[in-house]
Every structure is written in structure tokens, then in C-alpha cells.
């Protein structure tokens, strides 16, 4: 199967205007407090080291980084979380803020979820840049959405499509060649 980059579905522009809003928001929240920011890696990266850098300097922000298994070259979700690499820290008392790419069947956040859960944080809560509703499979709470999008397989700004693309600025769509 060939795939093509088609238009893009979001700009540049509209990330980052997105990104400081859910950084402000965050910021309001977390004011005077430390919070640990848990990426998942790899394509969350993007879209935590700009939203870090537009956070107030009155969050003290520690950063961490998760990895799990992902699709590998299909564009499906095989429904199967492996962690591929555990957080360095020990979070027990501690304000969490979960940031993800993408949330499609839910699998993947619900699982992360409760494993972070079971090590009592004092709070956790969740971050994802895109959000794919029509296709949640298992509920899972979404605290801060950067956008709602259609049932799509999208790449850039940290998105791959079998390690590439992830370097894009921009959302696009992948789609199949005929
Ligand atoms: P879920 O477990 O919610 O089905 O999927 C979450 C993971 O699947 C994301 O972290 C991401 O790695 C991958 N994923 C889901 N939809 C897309 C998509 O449209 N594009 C890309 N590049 N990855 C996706």
C-alpha cells in the first residue's frame, strides 16, 4: 500500500494558538504548585515541549517521559499497551498532567490511567492534543482536548506513520494510494 500526505487539516497557526490556550488554562490550574508533565513518547514530544514553554513561570514543571508500543507500520490499533519505558520518577503525592498525541479507540490512555493511578498521585489528569471521538471504544477522561477531529489517520507534529513525518510542522492526512 502507498501513501500520500493529503492538505493539511491543521495549520501551524491554529497548533499554536491552541497550544497557549490549553497552556493558560493549565497554568490557572497549577498556579504556585509543582507538577510533574508525563509525555508519551515519541509523539507527544512536539506538542510537550511547546506547551512547557508557554506555561507560567508560577508552575514549577518537572517533565517525564513514558513509552509504550505503538501500532508499529499498520494504521490500526491492535488494542495491546506494552510499556516500553516507565517513568523515572516516583509520582506518590504528586499533581500529574498526562500528555498524549492522540486519543483514537482509548485504549492507550485508559490503560496509562490506571497505572498511574495505582501509584497515588495526589491528582492526575490528562492532556491530548487531538481527540478522535467516533472511534472511543473504552471511556476515558479527557481534562484539557486541543481539537476534536474525524475519523482520519493524521501525521505531523509528532505524528508518524511508521517513524516517519513526526518532524512535520503541521497536521495533515494520510491517505492510501490506489
Ligand atoms: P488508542 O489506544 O487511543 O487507539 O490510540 C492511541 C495511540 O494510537 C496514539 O498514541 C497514537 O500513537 C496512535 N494513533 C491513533 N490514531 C492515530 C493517527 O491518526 N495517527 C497517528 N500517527 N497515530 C495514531
Not at 513561570?57 to 518537572?62: A, L, Y
Not at 517513568?87 to 497505572?115: M, P
Not at 492534543?129 to 474525524?150: A, E, M
Amino acid at each position: 500500500m502507498n501513501y500520500r500526505l493529503s492538505d493539511i487539516l491543521i495549520d501551524e497557526g491554529r497548533l499554536h494558538r491552541r497550544v497557549k490556550e490549553i497552556a493558560e488554562e493549565v497554568s490557572r490550574e497549577y498556579q504556585g504548585k509543582e507538577l510533574i508533565v508525563v509525555g508519551v513518547l515519541k509523539g507527544a514530544v512536539l506538542f510537550l515541549s511547546d506547551l512547557i514553554r508557554e506555561l507560567d513561570v508560577g508552575v514549577c514543571v518537572k517533565i517525564d517521559f513514558m513509552a509504550v508500543s505503538s501500532y508499529g507500520a499498520s494504521t490500526k490499533s491492535s488494542g495491546v499497551v506494552r510499556i516500553v519505558k516507565d517513568l523515572d520518577t516516583d509520582i506518590k503525592g504528586k499533581d500529574v498532567l498526562l500528555v498524549e498525541d492522540i486519543v483514537d479507540s482509548g485504549l492507550t490512555l485508559a490503560y496509562l490511567v490506571k497505572l498511574l493511578r495505582e501509584r497515588d498521585p495526589k491528582s492526575l489528569k490528562t492532556c491530548v492534543l487531538l481527540d478522535k471521538p467516533d472511534r472511543r471504544q473504552v471511556q476515558v477522561p479527557v481534562d484539557y482536548r486541543g481539537f476534536s477531529i474525524p475519523d482520519e489517520f493524521v501525521v505531523g507534529y509528532g505524528l508518524d506513520y511508521a517513524g516517519l513525518w513526526r518532524n512535520l510542522p503541521a497536521i495533515f492526512v494520510l491517505r492510501t494510494e490506489a
